[in-house]
């Protein structure tokens, strides 16, 4: 998407809900093929994150996975959500943007095959985005944490660092929460 998309782009706005819904509920294709049902990460933290392989915050996917390494044993999950949404900063083959998240930075989270996460949001995305105190993404690298029952918890924006004290006090907290 080119800048006059990406200006279009912020201009949309959906309702939020009234009241969370589950975000458990849906269900994702995977970067490298199959599909990834968001139930089966029910009972544990999730970290969702929209990606661009292309983007100035990528080097972000080094904290990601320093979080997902450090927290996976507790139950954290990490789902990446590559987009090319803002300003076309992914690639088309899923191959390549493989290689950025895998070689690169060493990510053995889930990636989810490229979707759009606030142009024609996958309806993750648009859940994630109108749930109660949430907005749609702004930019590459934004942050959800939703809780073990998959409600939404905390967003974060795409300069607030993997490794930032709020975000890993609240993954702290969302992992002492009984299951």
Known sequence: MGLLGTIKMYAQRSR?????TDLYSHKVELLEGGSLDLDSLRGNPTLIVNTASEC???PQFEGLQE???RYSDRG??????PSADFMDQEHDDATETADVCRRNYGVTFPMAGKMSVRSEPHPLWDDLARQPGSKPP???FSK???????HLLARWPTKV???????VGAIEQALERPR
């Open 16 to 20: 939020q809900h009234e009241q969370p």
């Open 56 to 58: 100035g915050f990528t």
């Open 67 to 69: 979080l997902y390494e």
């Open 76 to 81: 954290l999950q990490v789902l990446g959500c």
């Open 138 to 140: 702004v930019w590459n």
């Open 144 to 150: 959800y944490l939703v809780d073990g029952e998959g």
């Open 161 to 167: 660092k993997p490794d930032d004290p709020t975000l």
